[in-house]
């Protein structure tokens, strides 16, 4: 059946890089796109950007340069990269597949704290 | 960046009751709409994808609608298991994908 299942560290210090990955089954990552979504505790969703099925990707501007997406398909993984950290960056972050404009399948989430 | 205005922000219903929660958009969207319910500590679940389409294994008391760029959820008898966070996305205009800032059902 199809998972995504998200890792990575749970603290991470301000201005350091958080590193995130999504392990992915039950289908393959050049036919599907993935995405990841960040959620602020009890506040709303933030799209933040996407691996496309070709490997291309897209980035919210919110997240200017600090963010990069990249992916091993031998592997089934997408990965996840923000620099500059600050305590705002503090939240949930889900990697989810993209059918139809939309996201059918989302990880169970990883949380992640910016503290010294 | 498309906005999407959700409305209410909370919401406090019966058992039985028809709920309703919208989303606005701020252009043109066409069908690229989609809603998600979250409960605490869960990841979110998509509920229906092309704004009116159910997704698989939701139960055909939630439906959604579309008047032009105003989108609807609508859950016909409300359940127990009904309660959470119910957000609208847009998926027309990417870079950046936008959510609606959520709607907490509560039962009353």
């Known amino acids: 059946q199809v998972q995504l299942k998200e890792s990575g560290p749970g603290l991470v210090q301000p201005s350091q890089t958080l590193s995130l990955t999504c392990t992915v089954s039950g289908f393959s990552l050049t036919s599907y796109s993935v995405h990841w979504v960040r959620q602020h505790s009890g506040k709303s969703l933030e799209w933040m950007g996407r691996m496309w099925s070709d490997g291309d990707t897209s980035y919210n501007s919110a997240f200017t340069s600090r963010l990069s997406i990249s992916r091993d398909t031998s592997k089934s993984q997408v990965f996840l990269k923000m620099n500059s950290l600050q305590t705002e960056d503090t939240g949930t972050y889900y990697c989810?597949?993209?059918?139809?404009?939309?996201?059918?399948?989302w990880g169970q989430g990883v949380m992640v704290t910016v503290s010294s | 960046d498309i906005q999407m205005t959700q409305s209410p922000a909370s919401l406090s219903a019966s058992l039985e009751e028809i709920v309703t929660i919208t989303c606005q958009a701020s252009q043109d969207i066409g069908n690229w709409l989609s809603w998600y319910q979250q409960k605490p500590g869960k990841s979110p679940q998509l509920l229906i994808y092309g704004a009116t389409s159910l997704a698989d294994g939701v139960p055909s008391r939630f439906s959604g609608s579309r008047s032009g760029t105003q989108y609807s959820l609508k859950i016909s008898r409300l359940q127990v298991e009904d309660i959470g966070i119910y957000y609208c996305?847009?998926?027309?205009?990417?870079?950046?994908?936008?959510f609606g800032g959520g709607t907490k059902l509560e039962l009353k």
């Open positions: 996305l847009q998926a027309y205009s990417a870079p950046p994908w936008t």
């Open positions: 989810a597949r993209n059918i139809r404009g939309s996201l059918d399948y």
